[in-house]
């Protein structure tokens, strides 16, 4: 029974993940990534491309490159999609399908404008797709699509019919945290978090809207000793109560359905789109590969690797996976080189006993990993996301 459980959640988060546009923004924190990256004119970079926010943040830090790699090319045809937009639009015409989710002459902007500096899989992609921009009336978003953007509509769904919606959303016009505390805790938490809310996060399809598949999960479970919903409760009441709303991009977009122009990410403030238009966006390269073959094809190495949460999906896969992928790193890391991951669990313990080879020897990777542990920690409290239950930031010591 517990085998065809099993495989009926994986078949589920694989035709979602298969077949779907899952993220339409990041669920990382840019702001702490550049702040430990600390990146210059001589680094290069490797992440998981996700909605592209984040490779667009990066380069605003100039550095030589950023090589944003995805399995699913539906989330390089996006970030493709908003690099056409930043060489061809100006800066309102951008907000309006990136801050504000679409606009009704998106379809005119695409085949006049966009659709020639897309490659042939992304101009595919979005051919069939310009009504995801093209606004039909006004409280459509691009924020709704996507299998994120369908979970969002459903959580305020949820939120309206608790009657919490409105008290949520004057969470992010809150003058101090003091008032956070008083909405959240006198006016949304009860009614928010009932029975029903409970059981729909235990669900595979629910689970696999938001990017979470079994693996993740039983490794979530495991390692904080909780399920995912009681997890959930626990990260919402530290965002509403513990940081400060008012700049919280990423839960005010699933809430409102668009970002304003003042909270939103970096990429979407004029004077930043300007700075990417001047020419560090053409700094930003796409594949669409698994990071194993993507480090494989190269002959340059790279100084900061942005891994996301995806070795959580991988640890209870396939070892060898994972060893395979960590070799890669490994010889591709320059000196000095940097990683950054984060994890659904309390703590990863399926990074340090996996073995590559290192100047000839067999060696553990967390013999040669540094972890920077107390800023990683610091930078874990302050997440606006929060909804990772431990970061990581390690250096290549070999």
């Not at 399908?97 to 679409?102: K, S, T």
């Not at 409280?139 to 409105?166: N, P, W």
């Not at 595979?204 to 409760?233: N, W, Y």
Request: net charge neutral.
């Amino acid at each position: 029974m517990k085998e065809i459980f099993n495989w009926t959640t994986n078949r589920v988060f694989s035709y979602v993940h298969g077949n779907h546009l899952v993220y339409n923004t990041c669920w990382e924190d840019p702001r702490l990534d550049r702040e430990v990256m600390q990146l210059g004119a001589e680094d290069d970079v490797v992440l998981i491309t996700s909605a592209g926010c984040n490779a667009l943040d990066y380069a605003l830090d100039a550095p030589r490159s950023v090589h944003a790699v995805d399995m699913n090319f539906r989330q390089n045809a996006l970030l493709e999609l908003k690099i056409a937009g930043i060489r061809k639009l100006d800066f309102d015409s951008f907000f309006k399908l990136f801050g504000e989710g679409g606009d009704s002459r998106f379809g005119n902007w695409y085949h006049s404008l966009l659709r020639d500096e897309l490659s042939p899989d992304s101009k595919r992609y979005w051919d069939a797709r310009i009504h995801f921009f093209n606004r039909s009336n006004p409280d459509a978003s691009f924020y709704h699509r996507g299998t994120t953007g369908v979970f969002g509509r459903m959580l305020v769904a949820y939120c309206k019919m608790k009657g919490v919606y409105e008290d949520a959303l004057r969470v992010f016009y809150a003058g101090s945290l003091e008032q956070q505390r008083e909405l959240y805790f006198g006016r949304i938490k009860e009614r928010f978090w009932g029975a029903g809310i409970k059981r729909a996060l235990r669900t595979d399809v629910a689970l696999s809207l938001i990017g979470v598949p079994l693996a993740q999960r039983k490794h979530l479970e495991k390692t904080c000793a909780q399920s995912v919903s009681d997890f959930m409760e626990e990260s919402m009441e530290a965002v509403f109560t513990r940081l400060p709303a008012g700049d919280n991009y990423f839960w005010r977009l699933y809430l409102f359905g668009r970002y304003s122009k003042e909270c939103c990410p970096e990429y979407l403030k004029e004077e930043n789109f300007l700075r990417l238009k001047g020419g560090l966006v053409d700094r930003i390269h796409t594949h669409t590969s698994d990071l194993t073959s993507f480090l494989r094809s190269q002959s340059e190495g790279f100084s900061r690797f942005v891994l996301l949460d995806h070795m959580d999906w991988l640890s209870q896969q396939d070892t060898r996976l994972l060893r395979a992928e960590w070799q890669a790193i490994m010889d591709r890391a320059r000196p000095g080189a940097m990683a950054l991951w984060r994890s659904g669990g309390a703590r990863v313990d399926f990074v340090d006993p996996l073995t590559v080879e290192s100047r000839g020897a067999s060696r553990k990777v967390g013999d040669l990993l540094q972890y920077e542990t107390a800023l990683a920690a610091d930078c874990h409290r302050r997440d606006r996301v929060h909804t990772y239950g431990s970061f990581y930031i390690a250096r290549m010591a070999h």
